[in-house]
């Protein structure tokens, strides 16, 4: 019964998640979307971001090379 409820709930739980989802996507597809972040402090941020996962993606490479067993 329990696991019936939690099953309920996380398909309820995706169901508003992908509506919301769709809904916005629609807004960005038919130009409605307007972003709340100037553009160029979105894209500081976005470069910061490049810049963060490019720093993990060598230290992940540098373990790799290390140990073939981690991969």
Known sequence: MLARRLEFSQV???NVKLNALAQKFAEVATGRYAS??????AR???DQEVQRNA???AV???LRNEDPMLD
């Open 44 to 46: 500081q941020f976005l």
């Open 12 to 14: 309820s739980f995706q």
């Open 36 to 41: 709340s972040i100037p553009e160029d402090q």
């Open 60 to 62: 992940v490479n540098r």
């Open 55 to 57: 720093v993990i993606d």
